[in-house]
């Protein structure tokens, strides 16, 4: 998580975090499954993370068949 962008302007405050793909484990590995007493926000950022943890590994997959192609 190398950038990370702070927005707060009145009724704007927020956090962009850019997490890199190789990150995303980890992150799920220390917070899914949530604790039974999680925050919505909690679950609907696992959730996220799940979504891009498989968008990720499709993209890599699909990496390794276009590399193979080009070889032959």
């Not at 009724?11 to 925050?39: K, Q, S, T, Y």
């Amino acid at each position: 998580m190398d950038r990370i962008y702070l927005n707060h302007r009145h009724g704007e405050r927020r956090i962009h975090i850019e997490i890199n793909e190789h990150e995303i484990a980890d992150l799920l590995d220390d917070i899914d499954p949530p604790v039974l007493d999680a925050f919505d926000a909690t679950k609907k950022l696992i959730e996220i993370l799940k979504v891009a943890h498989d968008t990720f590994a499709e993209d890599r997959r699909s990496d390794a068949v276009e590399a193979e192609t080009s070889r032959t």
